[in-house]
């Protein structure tokens, strides 16, 4: 059996494993054992345990459970509120604040805690009723809150960062920091949208403030920043000891993690239960991941046996193509099947099959990946299956389905537009990783 039959029949069967609500993981290992099975025999059982052990005790995988801790402790001890209520002093009388306020929210929070979904649910149950409430256009206000979650998994600490590095051999440290510029550039992108909006309809925001920002003395200014401290430390803990050159990644993670636990405790919302719960929660959640994460090996192994990966490779130069349509090609498959396959699903799957293919389009693998990361991400606020668009729909009872797909699209747009930013301007992704 030819190479690309094999591959689009293994394709074929994977794609509908994942449409029969089969977990990701399981639908991997599932393939992973047939195609052994298939391709190479009963005998092949024995490289698929290497296979499973090698990946199981990759050391930069151990970032993975850390960040996950992070986050959870983060969410689980409260602290958040700490640090809703200090950026909402900080934001000050601007019209629109309350937009301003949830991406400076979103832009912290993605610095905290890489889980988008996370953010989407909690800014959707504790900021959008009180924007809705006080005549912020609810669409509008929906779109913010989806655009800045999407900035969660871009700005460092990311999990899925970790992933793709790992799969594509790439080093996590310089894809870490080269997520810093492309979120920050999307937020103020974001703003500069939002103040558009704004100025040209003069509904999408109430035009007197003052309600919304009373009695804020310099006194309560400078406690608010006090009390963002502990935050501040986290952040540096994670980017800055990586940027610095002081620290691996993982031992970043490991320092962030013990800044969680600080902050926390200095807001006194530091208990054995949590710290417990917490652990439990991203235990679960890490063993998730590693699972998918040895299947994906295991798959990228089965690409390389079948003479899959040496196939593509040699189809691609014999046809020839610009390398600048075959960037589109290689940005355009993941866009549109985020829409309906899950972020991990669709990175094990074409993230082997695109990294062998990086070095003859003499394309810079920082930059590469880090362009497919906002690529992937805009899946997660794509209507019609977007992950974050169902955790702000189940955050709130204050809009319908259809209702927050229409408010994705202006931020899907915004996210294809710093793509094609990135792509003539590749300097914002790879200034600061050549720092280190």
């Given at each position: 059996?030819?190479?690309?039959?094999?591959?689009?029949?293994?394709?074929?069967?994977?794609?509908?494993?994942?449409?029969?609500?089969?977990?990701?993981?399981?639908?991997?290992?599932?393939?992973?054992?047939?195609?052994?099975?298939?391709?190479?025999?009963?005998?092949?059982?024995?490289?698929?345990?290497?296979?499973?052990?090698?990946?199981?005790?990759?050391?930069?995988?151990?970032?993975?459970?850390?960040?996950?801790?992070?986050?959870?402790?983060?969410?689980?001890?409260?602290t958040?509120?700490?640090?809703?209520?200090?950026?909402?002093?900080?934001?000050?009388?601007?019209?629109?604040?309350?937009y301003?306020?949830?991406?400076?929210?979103?832009?912290?929070?993605?610095?905290?805690?890489?889980?988008?979904?996370?953010?989407?649910?909690?800014?959707?149950?504790?900021?959008?009723?009180?924007?809705?409430?006080?005549?912020?256009n609810?669409?509008?206000?929906?779109?913010?809150i989806l655009?800045?979650?999407?900035?969660?998994?871009?700005?460092?600490?990311?999990?899925?960062?970790?992933?793709?590095?790992?799969?594509?051999?790439?080093?996590?440290?310089?894809?870490?920091?080269?997520?810093?510029l492309?979120?920050?550039?999307?937020?103020?992108?974001?703003?500069?949208?939002?103040?558009?909006?704004?100025?040209?309809?003069?509904?999408?925001?109430?035009?007197?403030?003052?309600?919304?920002?009373?009695?804020?003395?310099?006194?309560?200014?400078?406690?608010?920043?006090?009390?963002?401290?502990p935050?501040?430390?986290i952040?540096?803990?994670?980017?800055?000891?990586?940027?610095?050159?002081?620290?691996?990644?993982?031992?970043?993670?490991?320092?962030?993690?013990?800044?969680?636990?600080?902050?926390?405790?200095?807001?006194?919302r530091?208990?054995?239960?949590?710290?417990?719960?917490?652990s439990?929660g991203?235990?679960?959640?890490?063993?998730?991941?590693?699972?998918?994460?040895?299947?994906?090996?295991?798959?990228?192994?089965?690409?390389?046996?079948?003479?899959?990966?040496?196939?593509?490779?040699?189809?691609?130069?014999?046809?020839?193509?610009?390398?600048?349509?075959?960037?589109?090609?290689?940005?355009?498959?993941?866009?549109?099947?985020c829409?309906?396959?899950?972020?991990?699903?669709?990175?094990?799957?074409?993230?082997?099959?695109?990294?062998?293919l990086?070095g003859?389009?003499?394309?810079?693998?920082?930059?590469?990946?880090?362009?497919?990361?906002?690529?992937?991400?805009?899946?997660?606020?794509?209507?019609?299956f977007?992950?974050?668009?169902?955790?702000?729909?189940?955050?709130?009872?204050?809009?319908?389905?259809?209702?927050?797909?229409?408010?994705?699209?202006?931020?899907?747009?915004?996210?294809?537009?710093?793509i094609?930013i990135?792509y003539?301007?590749?300097?914002?992704?790879?200034?600061?990783?050549?720092?280190?």
């Amino acid at each position: 059996m030819e190479w690309s039959t094999q591959l689009g029949l293994g394709f074929a069967i994977l794609l509908a494993l994942f449409l029969s609500g089969l977990p990701v993981f399981a639908s991997f290992f599932l393939i992973n054992a047939i195609g052994t099975l298939v391709v190479i025999g009963p005998a092949g059982f024995g490289m698929f345990a290497n296979s499973v052990f090698d990946t199981a005790t990759t050391k930069p995988l151990l970032t993975i459970p850390f960040f996950i801790l992070l986050g959870e402790i983060l969410f689980r001890s409260g602290t958040m509120e700490v640090l809703f209520d200090s950026v909402d002093k900080l934001v000050g009388r601007v019209r629109g604040r309350q937009y301003i306020l949830v991406i400076s929210l979103s832009v912290i929070l993605g610095a905290l805690s890489g889980a988008g979904m996370a953010v989407a649910a909690m800014l959707g149950r504790s900021v959008l009723p009180g924007m809705v409430k006080r005549g912020y256009n609810k669409t509008l206000s929906a779109g913010v809150i989806l655009g800045g979650c999407g900035l969660a998994p871009i700005i460092p600490p990311s999990i899925l960062v970790i992933i793709i590095g790992t799969l594509s051999d790439t080093s996590i440290a310089k894809l870490l920091i080269a997520g810093i510029l492309p979120g920050l550039m999307l937020a103020g992108l974001f703003i500069v949208y939002v103040q558009y909006r704004i100025r040209t309809h003069a509904t999408d925001a109430p035009a007197d403030v003052s309600g919304e920002h009373q009695n804020v003395t310099p006194k309560d200014l400078a406690m608010a920043i006090v009390r963002m401290l502990p935050f501040t430390v986290i952040i540096f803990s994670v980017m800055g000891l990586i940027l610095l050159g002081i620290a691996t990644p993982t031992e970043a993670a490991a320092t962030g993690v013990a800044g969680a636990m600080v902050a926390a405790a200095v807001n006194r919302r530091l208990t054995v239960r949590m710290l417990a719960d917490a652990s439990l929660g991203a235990a679960k959640i890490s063993a998730m991941i590693l699972v998918i994460m040895v299947s994906s090996k295991m798959f990228t192994q089965l690409l390389s046996f079948t003479g899959a990966t040496s196939g593509i490779i040699n189809a691609v130069s014999s046809a020839g193509l610009d390398p600048s349509l075959m960037f589109l090609l290689m940005m355009l498959v993941p866009f549109v099947l985020c829409m309906f396959i899950d972020q991990i699903a669709l990175m094990l799957v074409v993230i082997p099959i695109f990294a062998p293919l990086l070095g003859s389009l003499g394309f810079d693998p920082v930059w590469f990946w880090t362009i497919f990361l906002l690529n992937i991400t805009v899946g997660g606020i794509s209507p019609p299956f977007g992950y974050a668009l169902f955790a702000l729909r189940g955050a709130t009872d204050l809009m319908t389905t259809g209702e927050v797909f229409k408010a994705a699209w202006p931020f899907v747009g915004i996210f294809l537009a710093a793509i094609v930013i990135l792509y003539f301007v590749p300097q914002i992704a790879t200034l600061l990783p050549a720092l280190l």
